[in-house]
């Protein structure tokens, strides 16, 4: 479905941060990326969804490459991308959010909006409030609405769980293996790097701009090395 | 009492006045992120453009404050592509200090073209109201009314159609607007649009108000900074809070200090505002 071949690419003051980095992501696959901080996770998933031009390698979507192509062009062919920070539009209202979110005629919106407040209740409870005003477990279920209303392809996920309490994060997780089990391929970066490999078919370890270690999610999630790196012992 | 409350009745009216350029330049500064100084002058660019097609072709009031809103638009869009977006890498003083050379290139052309002399629209004269001691002028609430009618509309424009939440959107997260299909450069130059054309009424309104010369607008830049100052900057609500204080302030202040000194209201909003609320009274993003 997803296919990254030797992607180079960084920032205008940084130039070189990913340095080669290749992964892949079969139909509906949930696939985690874990790596230490600054390792070049969040470039990664800004480069595949447009936000941050690739110097040399490839991104294709469904076998068309879409390397060339801006961040709405992207946007357009089906990728849908939750960022890390500041991914919900904190001063429009909940509601407002999720219309922006929504790509078809405005017709169908009222009604695709019902449908992801019935999904997820509290943001029916939240819709006139400002997005700013969410507490952390609520803004990241609104941001994955947004993306969900966007009926994707391709689902990126940049450390969902992020400061949420365990109860919320227990919650997110089930709510990112009911979009894997619907069909939904995903790549996701995660913190809890052992509990996301542990559920996920396949991984990759990044360090330091380049592919470190890949496997089966479960496999790596045992390996004595990776184990080290992420539970600091 | 009859002088404050009559002070503060001019005030509002005067308030309105400012408050459209300064919706404008609040807007232009919520997208684009800069200040632009070539709002005074772009300001009298619409009143010599509605002054044009009343006075010269005998356009109505309110076809001739459309008139000024389309033309100083295709001038602000034109200096925006010509000049300032070109500047914008290398940061928004750069682009502010641009805006103010704009400015006075576009006064020059003005003096050029139309020359120094006052001028007046076509207007029938009325005679003030007066009641409880009280005046004002039909006209004065003419224009205020417009003024009124137009702060309603870009309200609605931003808070129910999908295009002004778009809008919203790229002024609060550009990045985040890309990913959901949203074009931030198209929304800018739609921002300068309606930032610069809201200028232009502002200063048709005003020429309406008294008459016009080739540096009426100049004379409204520094309320007009003052309130979306105030209000803080990208704030449209503030600015229009903003510029009603504004309005108020420089009147009342005829009651105690000469007219020549009005100005000094703007100058020490300005100067409190950034010292000791750099946000401004409602601004979310302080700076
Ligand atoms: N906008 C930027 N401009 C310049 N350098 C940046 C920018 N964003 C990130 N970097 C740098 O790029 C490197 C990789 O950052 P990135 O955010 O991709 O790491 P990460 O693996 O996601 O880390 P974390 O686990 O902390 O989220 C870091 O050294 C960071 O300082
Ligand atoms: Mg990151």
Redesign the pocket.
Known sequence: MLEVEGLVAG?A??ER?LKGVSVHVEPGELVTLV?P???????LLKVVSGLVPAREGHVRLGGADVTRQGAAERARAGFAFVM?ERNVFGTLTVAENLELAWPGPSRQMAEERARMYGRYPVLAEKRRALARTLSGGQRQILAMAMALMTAPKMLLLD?PTAGLSPKATEELFEVVLGLRDLGLPILM?EQHALEALEVSSRGYVLVSGSNAAEGGGPDLAADPEIRRLFLGG | MTDIIQAVINGVLTGALIAIPAMGLTAIFAVLRYVNFAIGPLATCGAFAAWVLNFRYGWPVLPAMAGSFVTVAAIGLAVEQAALARLRPSGALTVAIASIAVGIILENVLRFSFGNDLRAFDLPLMRDWRFWGLRVGPQQLQTAGIAVAMMAGVFAFLRFTRYGKAMRAVADNPDLARLFRMEPGRIAMATVALGTGLTGVGGALLGLDSAIDPMSGSRLLLPVFAAAVLGGLGSIPGAVAGAILIGIGEELSLLVIPATYRSAIGFLTILLVLSFRPGGLFGERAA
């Open positions: 920032y003051s940084a941060i790596g901080n600054g390792a070049g996770k969040s470039t890390q450390e970066v």
